[in-house]
T-cell receptor, first 116, second 113 residues
Framework: DAGVIQSPRHEVTEMGQEVTLRCKPI?????LFWYRQTMMRGLELLIY????????DSGMPEDRFSAKMPNASFSTLKIQPSEPRDSAVYFC??????????????FGPGTRLTVL | QQQVKQSPQSLIVQKGGISIINCAYE??????FPWYQQFPGKGPALLIA?????SEKKEGRFTISFNKSAKQFSLHIMDSQPGDSATYFC????????????FGTGTRLQVTL
């Protein structure tokens, strides 16, 4: 298996531009998570989906952020308009979940976003 | 609100020594406690995990010690090696939240020769 795939790996954009980050989870996984990592705030959960349905978006910082999962094999995180404080590494992770069990989250390599 | 507190922020250990990273939590509804390891430029990866019904779990050189009454757990790396140099995150899952994790702030470990 190729693991969780994220694109692009690096993104440099100017303030005010729209940014779209993409994620392909591991085949067969039904939970998908978007995280943001910064030196100041560490690893923060932004939103997660179960079976393509958003379950908890309480970590989404503001309305400029939106996430979609149109099918089991693809998700996007969009920032519009982007601001310099959005600069961070964004990770996507996936896992298999059923009932009350917990299964390992597998992280992608991340997208390093720089907003100038 | 930081629900999982991790210390120290950074740690330098000599090769062959023991690395110890500590975490404390407040929410008694947490029911699963994994540790993740992250190398520079990579995503975090699961290292070892424990449930609160056991006090210790060992996998090779890595051991989790869990103190339910104190709401603390720690990672011990025995015979630390330069290849262990990475950032380590503790995490906790709250019952009923599927696989949602709350992460500690991370500990950057450097193992010197």
């Amino acid at each position: 298996d190729a693991g969780v795939i994220q694109s692009p790996r690096h993104e440099v954009t100017e303030m005010g531009q729209e940014v779209t980050l993409r994620c392909k989870p591991i085949s067969g996984h039904n939970s998908l998570f978007w995280y943001r990592q910064t030196m100041m705030r560490g690893l923060e959960l932004l939103i997660y989906f179960n079976n393509n349905v958003p379950i908890d978006d309480s970590g989404m910082p503001e309305d400029r952020f939106s996430a979609k999962m149109p099918n089991a094999s693809f998700s996007t995180l969009k920032i519009q308009p982007s601001e310099p404080r959005d600069s961070a590494v964004y990770f996507c992770a996936s896992s298999w979940w059923k009932g009350r069990s917990y299964n390992e989250q597998f992280f992608g390599p991340g997208t390093r976003l720089t907003v100038l | 609100q930081q629900q999982v507190k991790q210390s120290p922020q950074s740690l330098i250990v000599q090769k062959g020594g023991i690395s110890i990273i500590n975490c404390a939590y407040e929410n008694t509804a947490f029911d699963y406690f994994p540790w993740y390891q992250q190398f520079p430029g990579k995503g975090p990866a699961l290292l070892i995990a424990i449930r609160p019904d056991v006090s210790e779990k060992k996998e090779g050189r890595f051991t989790i010690s869990f103190n339910k009454s104190a709401k603390q757990f720690s990672l011990h790396i025995m015979d630390s090696q330069p290849g262990d140099s990475a950032t380590y995150f503790c995490a906790a899952r709250r019952t009923g939240t599927a696989s949602k994790l709350t992460f500690g702030t991370g500990t950057r470990l450097q193992v010197t020769l």
